[in-house]
């Protein structure tokens, strides 16, 4: 017996969703319908945030209580006008990945059981050259998103003395997210060097907050900043994304006067589409100026540290210190 299905107009598309009515969210009782409904509800800003990005997908085909299935390549079946880019993961390997074009390929893939989306930060036209500085702040056990506050209200301040805007939104969980537009002049090794450079600054700041301590076992109960979200191949959740959990957050984008009183809990499958009838993508401006790193590689280049371990699945990089956790190399321990 054939799917019960529905049909959605989205643009110029017709999306088909089956099984609509399977619940996809048990913690709210969300439906599948309900997943693609949001996407195309927010559709401009979720585009705006994935537009010509190679996109991974994080599907859940029966919902969020099953395992995930975490897809780098293009959907095997497709129709065609979904669109393709070809990128090259550390490893030297290429594949076809999804190349997001209109809000149309959104729905089609949240039809799949995409629960949230993960681009590069590089588009389809130059994939070697990100345009996009990343800083994720990922509080540590113990610590809450008023953690993650203070820690970017702390990073806008490094940015505002370089002469740079950053873009905050939530993580969908506890931490928080500031996206830089940049010019895409500089490849995947120089934008993660800024990176590094950024974070030392503000961990330089209030290192009782912040911390860049790549080994878990050296970070504490602080923010620990990713830098190894700007090395290629590595993405955060994209603006506007639902997290796969049973009360559907989505990793909402916030005014710098909003994130004063943000509440994560408050946005949701069901809360975010109301506000973004009301307010619009309050990150309409992201686009409108890139900004150059040579700042901040001019701080890297000047810092006697040098660089910072990549991860493990990374292929020894020029430069990078031994990579093995502190407590094993201090046991004497060789690097395996």
């Known amino acids: 017996m054939a799917s019960p299905y529905i049909e959605l107009e989205v643009g110029e598309r017709t999306v088909k969703v089956t099984n609509p009515d399977k619940v996809y969210f048990p913690g709210i009782g969300a439906t599948k319908r309900e997943l693609v409904e949001y996407y195309v509800s927010v559709g401009e800003g979720a585009l705006r945030a994935l537009k010509d ?23 095997p079946r497709h129709p065609d006008w979904l669109q393709s880019v070809t990128v090259t993961f550390p490893s030297g390997r290429t594949a076809q990945s999804l190349r997001v074009t209109e809000v149309a390929a959104i729905a089609y893939c949240a039809n799949l059981g995409t629960i949230d989306f993960h681009p590069w930060q590089v588009r389809a036209d130059d994939v070697e ?21 203070k820690a970017a209200f702390l990073t806008r301040e490094v940015l505002t003395d370089l002469g740079m805007d950053g873009f905050v939104k939530t993580s969908g969980n506890r931490g928080a997210h500031i996206a830089v537009r940049i010019e895409p002049r500089w490849d995947f090794i120089q934008v993660r060097h800024a990176g590094i450079a950024l974070a ?38 994209s603006a506007y994304s639902i997290r796969a959990k049973p009360h559907a957050p989505v990793s909402t984008p916030l005014t710098w006067d909003e994130l004063a009183d943000a509440d994560p809990r408050d946005f949701d499958l069901r809360t975010v589409p109301a506000r973004f009838a009301e307010l619009g993508d309050v990150h309409a401006a992201i686009d409108d100026r890139a900004y150059s790193i040579e700042p901040l590689l001019d701080l890297f280049a000047e810092d006697e540290r040098g660089d910072m371990p990549y991860p493990p699945n990374y292929p020894k990089m020029p430069g990078e210190p031994m990579r093995v956790q502190p407590s094993r190399a201090r046991s004497g321990k060789e690097e395996e």
């Open 200 to 237: 030392r600054a503000v961990e330089e700041r209030d290192p009782g907050l912040v911390t860049t301590a790549w080994w878990k076992e050296e970070r504490g109960e602080r923010v620990f900043i990713d830098y190894n979200q700007n090395a290629r191949d590595r993405t955060v959740v």
């Open 53 to 75: 990005r190679p996109t991974n997908l994080k599907r859940h085909p029966d919902g969020v209580q099953t395992d995930a299935i975490y897809q780098k390549r293009m959907p």
């Open 129 to 149: 050259h990100p345009d996009e500085l990343r800083i994720d702040l990922d509080p540590q056990p113990g610590l809450e998103f008023d953690a993650a506050r």
